[in-house]
């Protein structure tokens, strides 16, 4: 098993950054990516950011490219999303997610084990 804490979230202005943090417990050694996705209210789970736990290999949705950068600390087991030029439409819940298999890392089904959750909300 593997335990998901994440941290960070919180109320900024549009045009702010925000940084989330999620620090991984347990069978960390099992995981092959980690990723974080967002909901909106009455919206589907969407793919925000991933990266591969050896490699260090990022992958971010378009709608972020170039205003978020996802990272990651193996030494602290933490991944890091850096949320610059924030942006009204970038208020949700961010959730954290990990994987334990290759295979498409946008897929949410994918995701085996997820934290609870931070509010993000950007003000206009």
């Known amino acids: 098993q593997v335990q998901l804490v994440e941290s960070g979230g919180g109320l900024v202005q549009a045009g702010g950054s925000l940084r989330l943090s999620c620090a991984a417990s347990?069978?960390?050694?099992?995981?092959?990516?980690m990723g974080w996705f967002r909901q909106a209210p009455g919206k589907e789970r969407e793919f925000v950011a991933a990266i591969t736990w050896s490699g260090g290999v990022t992958v971010l949705a378009d709608s972020v490219k170039g205003r978020f950068t996802i990272s990651r600390d193996n030494a602290k087991n933490t991944v890091y999303l850096q949320m610059n030029s924030l942006k009204p439409e970038d208020t949700a819940v961010y959730y954290c997610a990990a994987k334990k298999y290759y295979g498409t890392i946008r897929n949410v089904d994918e995701y085996t084990y997820w934290g609870q959750g931070t509010q993000v909300t950007v003000s206009s």
């Open positions: 347990g069978r960390t050694f099992s995981l092959v990516a």
